[in-house]
């Protein structure tokens, strides 16, 4: 029953049509562009070992110095957060996640003694702050772009004080790597969904075996389509944003007040114009970082 409940939770995301990833599922600019995104070419897969060691201590130094440089608004937020020891490293599970328990605020990190836990911390930290004002449905779109968005900021802050470019590129690539991927998945399991979807209508009785299979892969992938194209979503439209060179001030503007937006308005304010004309331009965007960052792979 666990699985049906699963499949009907999903169902009943999908059906809702005022749900922003409905509409982005069934706008015509969005296929158009996960269709190009597809000539993306698949990553490298080089293996490269991290020179510097970063201590708990010297990520958390980074930390307050980025936000003092691009959201001096939230760092008395964060600095709440580590002195009632809310920002919990655990060496035991390979876990990032940011959220609520009993109301209270925390960020759990697996540390990894490397310039990406300084990473992980601003995406986990920001996932918090958007998460702390009411939730709202553009928010559940977006709230991975303003994590990935700051994500970035994070690679840049690096650059300006001289960190080793190859071993900068080396983190950087895990997020192209991982929408590469998911746009691939994203289609797959898109097509299977809307099988299961058609399947459920005509074949519940006729056919449950064929049901069960589907129940059983859709249950064993954690990642539904709708979540997959989240990060992609976030992650194209932030580089976007990034080359724009929109102040990231206007960013965190927009995490305030993006509860009384819609999707499509809040993508207006950054400048991302639902048009044909512009998917080439964000293709072209996205290919030129992608192919730099590949750069260094051996
Ligand atoms: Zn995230």
């Known amino acids: 029953m666990k699985k049906l409940d699963y499949i009907n939770r999903q169902l009943k995301i999908y059906q809702e049509k005022s749900f922003p990833l409905y509409q982005i599922d069934e706008s015509l600019f969005f296929d158009k562009l996960f269709k190009k995104l597809e000539e993306l070419p698949p990553p490298k897969s080089g293996t490269y070992e991290s020179k510097t060691y970063m201590s708990i201590e010297h990520t958390i130094i980074l930390m307050k110095r980025f936000l003092d440089q691009y959201a001096c608004s939230l760092l008395p937020y964060f600095l709440t957060l580590l002195e009632e020891k809310r920002i919990i490293w655990e060496a035991k599970k390979n876990l990032n996640q940011a959220g609520f328990h009993q109301d209270r605020p925390f960020i759990r990190i697996t540390p990894h003694y490397t310039l990406y836990d300084f990473i ?26 303003l994590s990935i968005y700051f994500e970035k900021q994070a690679f840049h802050f690096l650059e300006q004080l001289n960190y080793d470019l ?27 969904f809307k099988v299961f ?10 056919s449950p075996y064929k049901i069960s299979v589907i129940y059983q892969y859709l249950y064993s992938h954690t990642f539904s389509p709708f979540k997959k194209m989240v990060y992609i979503l976030g992650d194209v439209f932030s ?7 929109i102040n990231p001030m206007e960013v965190l503007k927009l995490n305030e007040e993006i509860n009384n937006k819609t999707f499509f308005q809040a993508l207006e304010e950054l400048g991302i114009c639902i048009d044909f004309s512009v998917i080439e331009e964000i293709f072209q965007i996205y290919l030129k970082n992608y192919r730099q960052i590949h750069h260094f792979v051996h």
Not at 169 to 190: A, G, L, Q, V
Not at 197 to 206: C, Y
């Open 120 to 145: 992980r911390l601003v995406h986990e930290f920001f996932h918090l702050t958007n998460q702390q004002f009411k939730k709202g449905e553009t928010r559940d779109v977006l709230s991975e772009f």
């Open 197 to 206: 979807l058609k399947e459920k209508e005509i074949t519940i009785k006729n």
């Open 166 to 192: 190859e071993e900068l590129s080396y983190f950087r690539r895990r997020r192209y790597t991982d929408t590469r991927y998911s746009i691939d998945d994203y289609h797959f399991e898109k097509t299977i």
């Open 239 to 245: 580089e976007y944003v990034d080359e724009k060179k």
